[in-house]
């Protein structure tokens, strides 16, 4: 009996620890989950051919689209429970290491475009910030109450669909062991930007042995290869070799406990973003 309780609360303990990208954040300006495709429920996605690898599992799509341009910082926002922004708890828990990345996929309406369908191009990414110790994209996204920050590149104006995610690699050291969190929103790109950078497919990107998917990060990694293509127009920083200072940037204090319906403004400014 002591042995099943042990077991059950263990398996809650784990559960409580999963995710999920809900909030989106423009120029500092809540847009919250007004146009958020919600996944279903925290639980990861575990197969890389898998169609919900795109924008997760029944994620339904919002009648709404946020408008950026490019050079706008857009920020996601991860939690463990769905509508809880609380930042007395982690964004994603335990020790669910590894990286965040940010995809966008042109498309030609983002409250109907198919993830698994998209053409997508990689953002942004945040793999190993330092390896003394080793310190994950994730962890910074728990410094900062679950936001990450990108800059929208110079691509051409139209509906995009913007595909967040956090890679856990907790038991990543056996094949179908890595943890995908990723989740879309939809995104109205206005201005006056032409880019048009090369796309893979999602599934298709990334392989089960690839050497940022299967991995035990319970050693000392020095290095680390984020999967998936490299990041357009942006250079990711080299891997310290010092502390990572775990100090929050996101200005935690005007963390708001509401979740916005509404999509802000074109143009709207808010709180500084990190
Ligand atoms: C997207 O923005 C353009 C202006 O750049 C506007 O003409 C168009 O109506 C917008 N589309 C949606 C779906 O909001
Ligand atoms: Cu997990």
């Known amino acids: 009996m002591l042995l099943k309780l042990a077991t059950v609360a263990a398996a809650i303990a784990f559960v409580s620890a999963h995710a999920t990208f809900q909030e989106l954040w423009i120029n500092g300006v809540d847009a919250g989950s007004s146009c958020a495709r919600a996944p279903a429920s925290n639980s990861p996605v575990t197969s890389v051919t898998s169609g919900d690898l795109a924008c997760n599992a029944n994620a ?159 050693t000392q990694l020095n290095t680390y290869t984020v999967p998936g293509p490299t990041p357009y127009g942006t250079t990711d920083l080299p891997v310290a070799t010092t502390p990572y200072p775990t100090t929050a940037t996101w200005d935690t204090a005007q963390q708001p406990s509401t979740v916005p319906t509404t999509t802000p403004a074109p143009d709207a400014t808010g709180i500084g973003t990190a």
């Not at 879309?184 to 990107?205: D, E, H, R, W, Y």
């Open 60 to 218: 339904a799509s919002s009648p709404n689209v946020c408008t950026v341009q490019p050079g706008d910082r857009v920020t996601v926002e991860m939690h463990q429970q769905a509508g809880d922004r609380s930042c007395e708890n982690e964004a994603i828990g335990g020790n669910h290491f590894g990286p965040v990345t940010v995809y966008m996929a042109g498309v030609d309406d983002a409250t109907t475009a198919v993830g698994a369908n998209a053409d997508w191009f990689k953002v942004s990414e945040m793999g190993l910030v330092s390896n003394n110790p080793d310190y994950f994209g994730s962890q910074v996204l728990n410094d900062n109450c679950g936001h990450y920050t990108f800059t929208v590149p110079d691509v051409a104006p139209g509906n995009y669909l913007l595909r967040a995610e956090v890679i856990a690699l907790h038991v990543a050291s056996g094949v179908g062991g890595a943890q995908f969190y990723p989740a879309c929103f939809q995104l109205n790109v206005s201005g006056s930007g032409s880019a048009q950078p090369p796309t893979v497919k999602i599934p298709g990107a990334y392989g089960a042995q690839d050497p940022g998917i299967l991995i035990n990060i319970y």
